[in-house]
């Protein structure tokens, strides 16, 4: 007998839970627990296994089980038997997640959420896979297949499954000690040149991006690459890194990961072309992308990059900003079609129907009609987005049939081309995407909005305090700066403990309007600690209030007591202290967010050119060696390490601005400092010999005073040169070589050429 749906109005104790991914729970009939003791409690009394689910509120095949599965009577009857149930999410409590992912990683080829595991009352785990379908589907079995074999062989052998249980927590015990200890190696600098070999071994020549589908976007792989060819621009090394990297930029803003109406980017292509994206959209995400858009635009003084960070910022601050200042997580992947439907669908937000393009840009190009004969925005606009009747989506990338018949955005050819194939000026048909697009984005509107994910996660607030606070000073926003310092404010009035110098990991909207922290288990990880210092430093830079960079100074001290290891150096992903987290692990991958390692070791470097602390570099130089082996060996899959590691092999630079900061003069300076791209600087203004920087480096103070008009004072090699105020002086000492052509827009220079294999 099929089962039937839960009955809607029926709320299991999820319900009184925070998450938003929880609570998408809270209606199951499966009788779920949070990650609580209860729970463990529970599967000890009645010597019952744990099923644990865990997975993210914008994850679209976390949402298909829970539909085929979790909101099913018959599968719930199973689970309520014969299991402890337990829903975690991920975003909340990254450091189960990362415990049983080892776990998964270890014995499965597939990995990924929904995570599923069972686990002995002890925690321990001893089966666990990702998705299971409702019914048996080629490769995978039905999940109530899984189920009913887990309980038979837990009725007949549990004795036996602890006894395994036990020996795979001492082996992956075992091995994540030794996986530590095999890393330690002092890293040679010949890893430099071999990550830049190991990444353009996987580089895609014609579509730009790394490796085999899905595509994602690598941020912290661009930030490597524009590092090493600040370093040594000229050479052929430096020439292609620049090369892969803008191509990847510019191809990935031409595709339908970008989404051309709404504005930011979708999580990642599951095609080769950038084109069909998984169309959840994450604020981890749009902050280091728009920060890589910064830096393309520094290095190419292409205006095309600072538009692409533009648009980011401008999706951040309509779509994912708390009125009290935070920012939201994610937006989902899923959503209705039309209002009164009933079923959710991939891309409906985002994907457009030719007829609906049509209805909706009827308009008639001015000055087109000859003999009758018209050209309509729609007809331009369809051109030039690959619009067309049948849909322009494979159906080899539609596994669920929602996009069957429309259509994903994506650049055919640049406006130029569409210009001559209309026979149209260019700047005609840019005021004809210009118009459509808004009337696009206005239809758009009216469309049921994807479920907003309103969790405030203090390591992706931090993210996004660096990118509105960098575009400040790069793209001269003002408004940019005011964003930015109300989330750092928000962090600290909400997130932060005083009294202990804690973090919080997680704020709830509610539906009232009132935010509160996380529950008093949900403390602050590595990474919350790593992104926040560099917003904060990144903020002080732009706004030079000295609060700011206190504050970052004050929290690596909290952040080193708590994740640093004493014995073999680098970060630890989580403190001590909780008896349900088995393993104590480091991450060595910076995948979609970087590790909290890599982070520390940007961070680091600055904080000892303002602090002039050596403690600071030496544990810089200790992260390295403790993650050696890797860089040494693999280190393309330390991108943002690497970065680090290269800035640590370079001169440093230290700027220090003295004078009236109030006049035009200023701005003068300022811009001078931001349109070179030399990320080897550290940047301070000193208005007084009681500012902070001129308390910790003394010989400050005699050049605090004095200065009416705006100067700068550059300090590298040992020696300060005398204060400046000619932008030519300052960007020589900033960049190696004299600025470098604007490149042309559409990005037809010789990419073959550059990074032949």
């Known amino acids: 007998m099929a089962g039937t749906a839960a009955n809607t109005q029926r709320r299991n104790r999820l319900s009184s839970e925070k998450s938003p991914y929880l609570l998408q729970h809270a209606t199951n009939?499966?009788?779920?627990?949070?990650?609580?003791?209860?729970?463990?409690?529970?599967?000890?009394?009645?010597?019952?296994?744990?099923?644990?689910?865990?997975?993210?509120?914008?994850?679209h095949w976390c949402h298909v089980m829970e539909r085929e599965s979790f909101s099913q009577d018959e599968i719930a009857a199973l689970l309520n038997k014969n299991f402890i149930s337990i829903k975690v999410d991920r975003e909340e409590r990254p450091d189960?997640?990362?415990?049983?992912?080892?776990?998964?990683?270890?014995?499965?080829?597939?990995?990924?959420?929904?995570?599923?595991?069972?686990?002995?009352?002890?925690?321990?785990?001893?089966?666990?896979?990702?998705?299971?379908?409702?019914?048996?589907?080629?490769?995978?079995?039905?999940?109530?297949?899984?189920?009913?074999?887990?309980?038979?062989?837990?009725?007949?052998?549990?004795?036996?499954?602890?006894?395994?249980?036990?020996?795979i927590h001492r082996s992956l015990l075992k091995s994540s000690i030794a996986q530590m200890d095999s890393s330690l190696a002092r890293p040679d600098e010949s890893c430099i040149l071999k990550c830049f070999n190991q990444l353009k071994e996987t580089f895609d020549v014609e579509n730009g991006g790394f490796g085999s589908v899905p595509k994602f976007s690598q941020p912290a792989t661009f930030k490597f690459l524009f590092r090493l060819y600040a370093t040594t621009p000229y050479s052929d090394e430096g020439q292609q890194a620049k090369t892969m990297a803008l191509l990847t930029l510019k191809k990935m803003a031409d595709g339908g990961v970008h989404d051309h109406i709404g504005n930011g980017f979708h999580r990642y292509s599951t095609d080769k072309f950038w084109h069909v994206p998984h169309f959840e959209k994450m604020l981890y995400d749009q902050a280091q992308l728009c920060l890589t858009y910064i830096e393309a635009f520094q290095i190419t003084k292409d205006t095309f990059f600072a538009d692409?960070?533009?648009?980011?910022?401008?999706?951040?601050?309509?779509?994912?900003?708390?009125?009290?200042?935070?920012?939201?997580?994610?937006?989902?992947?899923?959503?209705?079609?039309?209002?009164?439907?009933?079923?959710?669908?991939?891309?409906?937000?985002?994907?457009?129907?030719?007829?609906?393009?049509?209805?909706?840009?009827?308009?008639?190009?001015?000055?087109?009609?000859?003999?009758?004969?018209?050209?309509?925005?729609?007809?331009?606009f369809c051109f030039h987005y690959c619009i067309v009747p049948e849909g322009n989506v494979p159906t080899e990338l539609d596994s669920q049939g929602d996009l069957s018949g429309q259509n994903v955005l994506k650049v055919r050819c640049t406006v130029e081309e569409t210009a001559r194939n209309f026979n149209l000026t260019v700047k005609l048909v840019e005021l004809v995407l210009a118009q459509s697009k808004r009337v696009l984005l206005e239809a758009r509107r009216l469309r049921p909005r994807p479920h907003r994910d309103d969790k405030i996660v203090t390591a992706w607030n931090g993210l996004a305090i660096s990118a509105f606070a960098r575009a400040s000073q790069v793209l001269c926003d003002d408004d940019c700066l005011q964003r930015a310092v109300m989330a750092a404010r928000f962090i600290e009035v909400h997130m932060f403990n005083a009294a202990t110098g804690r973090l919080k990991r997680n704020a709830y909207r509610h539906s009232e309007g009132v935010r509160e922290l996380g529950i008093s288990s949900n403390d602050a990880f590595s990474p919350d600690y790593a992104y926040l210092i560099r917003g904060l430093i990144d903020l002080y830079e732009a706004t030079f209030d000295d609060h700011w960079i206190e504050w970052a100074v004050q929290l690596q001290d909290i952040f080193d007591s708590l994740f640093w290891d004493t014995i073999r150096g680098g970060y630890f992903d989580f403190a001590e202290g909780d008896?349900?987290?088995?393993?104590?692990?480091?991450?060595?991958?910076?995948?979609?967010?970087?590790?909290?390692?890599?982070v520390a070791c940007c961070n680091l470097l600055r904080l000892s050119e303002y602090a002039q602390n050596?403690?600071?570099?030496?544990?810089?130089?200790?992260?390295?060696?403790?993650?050696?082996?890797?860089?040494?060996?693999?280190?393309?899959?330390?991108?943002?390490?690497?970065?680090?590691?290269?800035?640590?092999?370079?001169?440093?630079?230290?700027?220090?601005?003295?004078?009236?900061?109030?006049?035009?003069?200023?701005?003068?300076?300022?811009?001078?400092?931001?349109?070179?791209?030399?990320?080897?600087?550290?940047?301070?203004?000193?208005?007084?010999?009681?500012?902070?920087?001129?308390?910790?480096?003394?010989?400050?103070?005699?050049?605090?005073?004095?200065?009416?008009?705006?100067?700068?004072?550059?300090?590298?090699?040992?020696?300060f040169h005398p204060a400046t105020s000619d932008q030519i002086t300052i960007a020589n000492h900033l960049t190696p070589s004299p600025p470098q052509p604007v490149m042309p827009h559409n990005y037809t220079f010789e990419l073959s050429a550059a990074v032949s294999m």
């Open 614 to 719: 050596p403690v600071y570099k030496d544990r810089a130089v200790a992260t390295f060696t403790a993650f050696g082996s890797r860089l040494n060996t693999f280190p393309m899959v330390l991108p943002e390490m690497m970065s680090a590691y290269l800035d640590s092999t370079q001169q440093s630079y230290q700027l220090y601005l003295v004078g009236t900061c109030l006049s035009m003069e200023w701005k003068e300076l300022l811009n001078a400092i931001h349109s070179n791209f030399a990320p080897n600087k550290t940047l301070s203004y000193v208005p007084s010999p009681t500012a902070y920087v001129a308390r910790l480096r003394p010989e400050l103070q005699s050049i605090a005073d004095g200065f009416d008009r705006p100067q700068v004072y550059i300090f590298n090699g040992g020696m």
């Open 308 to 380: 692409m960070a533009r648009d980011i910022l401008t999706y951040i601050a309509r779509d994912l900003s708390d009125t009290e200042g935070g920012f939201y997580s994610a937006e989902d992947a899923e959503s209705l079609p039309q209002v009164g439907d009933v079923q959710q669908k991939e891309g409906a937000f985002c994907c457009w129907k030719h007829d609906e393009v049509k209805q909706l840009l009827p308009q008639v190009v001015e000055g087109t009609c000859i003999a009758g004969q018209c050209i309509s925005f729609w007809e331009v």
């Open 29 to 59: 009939p499966v009788d779920w627990y949070p990650w609580c003791e209860a729970a463990i409690y529970k599967a000890k009394a009645e010597n019952k296994p744990i099923f644990l689910s865990v997975g993210y509120s914008t994850c």
């Open 96 to 167: 189960v997640d990362r415990v049983y992912m080892t776990f998964l990683q270890a014995t499965s080829e597939e990995t990924g959420w929904p995570m599923s595991v069972w686990l002995t009352p002890d925690l321990h785990p001893f089966v666990a896979g990702t998705y299971f379908p409702a019914k048996d589907k080629t490769g995978r079995r039905a999940f109530s297949t899984v189920l009913q074999e887990v309980a038979r062989q837990w009725e007949e052998r549990s004795s036996k499954i602890v006894a395994q249980g036990s020996d």
């Open 579 to 598: 008896p349900s987290i088995l393993l104590r692990l480091k991450e060595d991958q910076d995948g979609t967010e970087p590790t909290a390692s890599s």
